[in-house]
């Protein structure tokens, strides 16, 4: 009897701590679902605060009145999808004239190109390239014209951009012009064929922007009401002349309170260069948070005049096969979960391209003052259990002692 009293405790010991590991702050019920098929459920930025940044405490449970099933699903981050073809092209009759560099390449058969990358033996210099297109070397048509490139090399500087970007061309041949400020000598050229699957973008419009310039430095920072997904920054600058700056782009970890108020935290995630030779936008890995911060640093040049900023995130939702007459609800919200393992990764080619979409109802809160009443309530029952079983225990011992006595 000893024994099975303990063995109880212990199974009482084990559903407390599971009921407590799978406990969730939140749920959200999903809309009728109205035939058994795939479907997508797209994941409202304003959910991203509640749930851990890896997403690894979502679960999807259809609940029915005698049973609770976990619904496997796929996360699905829609960035861009990018695959890259290389090309190493002999480079045909090279010739100068009117001081320009000329050369040829033949593009293999079937084969399509769109990016150029030179290289010279020089540094320090600012040229333009021109690329026509033809099949039999007698006419050739227009791709790109006098496309800027560059190299930089003094003052602590280090940086070129010697890559042509154009059109995709499947012409036999490729004829490019090169007419540089000064003679350059050609050490090597490459192609590429980039092709780019983009993702779904949402885009932020709620943001709160602070620009200080001080210290030889522009510090901005970009603040949304919620954290969120985002992986893109891009910069509207305008300036009277060409510039180079080097700048640094962090996100907001954590707060930390100190004697002088809040101090915030950041992450450095990328550094690089902003200027007028090329775009200014800053793709990075995707992230979640409340809070970006851009330095840049002028040195001692006047600081940049930032016209706009523009941050945006990929789509994020999750497909699931859903089948109709089931309460589906989406929880989430315990940092306590590690990420589910499902099957489904492995047969991802499986899912149909075309599935359906499905929303989100409005949220429950698992933690409103009903729920915490119905928790001290479980937790009340049992203890009182437990306190039973406890005196059973001493009871039967005391029988045990006073038998052997």
């Known amino acids: 009897?000893?024994?099975?009293?303990?063995?109880?405790?212990?199974?009482?010991?084990?559903?407390?701590?599971?009921?407590?590991?799978?406990?969730?702050?939140?749920?959200?019920?999903?809309?009728n679902v109205t035939s058994e098929d795939w479907y997508s459920i797209q994941l409202p930025p304003d959910l991203f605060q509640k749930t851990n940044k890896d997403f690894s405490d979502i679960r999807l449970f259809a609940v029915t009145e005698k049973d609770t099933v976990e619904i496997p699903y796929l996360l699905k981050i829609r960035t861009d999808e990018i695959t890259t073809e290389n090309f190493t092209l002999p480079l045909?009759?090279?010739?100068?004239?009117?001081?320009?560099?000329?050369?040829?390449?033949?593009?293999?058969?079937?084969?399509?190109?769109?990016?150029?990358?030179?290289?010279?033996?020089?540094?320090?210099?600012?040229?333009?390239?021109?690329?026509?297109?033809?099949?039999?070397?007698?006419?050739?048509?227009?791709?790109?014209?006098?496309?800027?490139?560059?190299?930089?090399?003094?003052?602590?500087?280090?940086?070129?951009?010697?890559?042509v970007n154009f059109p995709t061309s499947d012409y036999t041949f490729l004829r490019i012009q090169v007419k540089s400020d000064k003679q350059i000598s050609l050490s090597g050229a490459s192609f590429n064929y980039i092709n780019t699957k983009k993702g779904e973008r949402i885009s932020l419009t709620d943001l709160k922007t602070t620009t200080t310039t001080e210290h030889k430095q522009t510090e901005i920072r970009i603040r949304a009401p919620y954290r969120t997904a985002v992986n893109t920054l891009a910069l509207s600058v305008s300036h009277t002349t060409d510039y180079y700056r080097t700048y640094s782009l962090a996100y907001a970890l954590d707060s930390i309170k100190t004697?002088?108020?809040?101090?915030?935290n950041y992450s450095t995630v990328k550094q690089g260069y902003l200027t007028s030779l090329d775009s200014n936008k800053i793709s990075f890995e995707t992230l979640i948070t409340h809070e970006l911060k851009?330095?840049?640093?002028?040195?001692?040049?006047?600081?940049?005049?930032?016209?706009?900023?523009?941050?945006?995130?990929?789509?994020?939702e999750i497909i699931a096969k859903l089948s109709p007459q089931q309460n589906i609800f989406l929880y989430y919200g315990n940092t306590k979960l590690s990420p589910p393992r499902y099957d489904l990764i492995h047969f991802e080619d499986r899912i149909p391209q075309s599935i359906k979409t499905i929303g989100l109802l409005k949220e429950e809160n698992l933690e409103s003052p009903q729920q915490e009443k119905a928790l001290f309530t479980k937790k009340f029952w049992l203890w009182t259990i437990l306190i039973v079983v406890i005196g059973i225990m001493g009871y039967f011992t005391l029988q045990m002692l006073s038998r052997k006595n």
């Open 259 to 264: 004697e002088k108020g809040w101090i915030q």
């Open 1 to 31: 009897m000893k024994r099975i009293a303990i063995n109880f405790i212990l199974v009482l010991f084990i559903s407390s701590v599971t009921a407590q590991s799978t406990k969730f702050n939140y749920r959200s019920p999903l809309s």
């Open 92 to 163: 045909l009759n090279q010739s100068r004239a009117n001081g320009a560099l000329f050369f040829t390449v033949q593009i293999p058969a079937g084969k399509m190109l769109n990016t150029l990358n030179l290289n010279f033996v020089e540094r320090n210099f600012d040229a333009l390239v021109s690329i026509e297109g033809g099949t039999d070397r007698k006419e050739w048509f227009e791709i790109v014209n006098n496309k800027r490139i560059v190299s930089i090399y003094q003052d602590q500087i280090d940086y070129s951009n010697t890559t």
């Open 294 to 316: 851009l330095t840049i640093y002028n040195q001692d040049n006047p600081a940049l005049t930032i016209n706009n900023l523009e941050l945006s995130g990929p789509k994020i």
